[in-house]
């Protein structure tokens, strides 16, 4: 079985990951490097794991979870295609089976909220992990006119937690002063819907907590259908 260990030290990977997080801090956006992509591994795994999926599914999305985002190593847009598209050959010639490259990809190609579409338990584990990523530690150089660099900066704490009982999923996120509630979700609002998506793919319903106040309305939010216009 192919696992995380194994595509930590894929030379391609590891060049992938480094050029897209040069390419992103050439545009200074907030950092997409090695702490990125280890958290989303660490938490997309911990979802599953937590809601009673097996360890082969688990190490799947580990795997999806640390090179969702190397596909801006091409361009910003759309980069979750290219992140599948890129990670199919290599996994596929790591010898991963067929199956298991499909899912992945199709998780990685679904992760951003213009495009994407909760498709599988990875992708909705995905989506989750990488949209809590909010943390003061992501803005390397804080510009006082980007309002994703003043939220991220004010958020000095962030957590998921995943109770498998009551089927809840929990976004936590503590905030100082320097930024506010409605600049959160005037920025990261389609994260937000996406995530609730994401959890009612699992079956769970999704509260988002800001200074531990409930932001959202938890709510299955039933008969979703992709826009087929
Ligand atoms: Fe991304
Ligand atoms: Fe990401």
Avoid at 185 to 209: D, N, P, W
Wanted: hydrophobic share 40%.
């Amino acid at each position: 079985m192919i696992t995380l260990e194994d595509v930590k030290k894929n030379p391609e990977v590891k060049a992938l990951i480094k050029a897209s997080s040069d390419a992103l801090e050439a545009m200074q956006y907030t950092e997409h490097g090695l702490r990125h992509a280890s958290y989303v591994s660490a938490t997309s795994c911990m979802i599953l794991k937590n809601l009673g999926y097996d360890e082969h599914y688990q190490e799947l999305a580990k795997i999806a979870g640390y090179v969702h985002d190397i596909g801006n190593a091409i361009n910003r847009k759309d980069h979750g295609v290219s992140s599948g598209i890129l990670m199919y050959s290599i996994l596929k010639d790591m010898g991963m089976p067929i199956s298991d490259v499909c899912e992945i990809c199709s998780a990685l190609g679904n992760h951003e909220e213009e495009i994407g579409w909760v498709v599988n338990p990875i992708s909705a584990a995905l989506v989750i992990a990488d949209k809590s990523d909010a943390h003061r530690t992501r803005v390397s150089r804080l510009n006082q006119s980007d309002i994703h660099d003043v939220v991220n900066f004010s958020i000095l704490k962030n957590i998921v937690l995943v109770d498998g009982e009551k089927k809840i999923i929990s976004a936590k996120f503590y905030m100082d002063e320097s930024s506010s509630v409605m600049d959160y979700l005037s920025i990261f609002l389609s994260r937000i819907i996406m995530s609730e998506k994401a959890s009612q793919f699992l079956g769970c319903t999704f509260k988002l907590y800001i200074n531990d106040v409930v932001i959202n309305t938890p709510k299955q939010l039933g008969g979703a259908k992709a826009d087929k216009s």
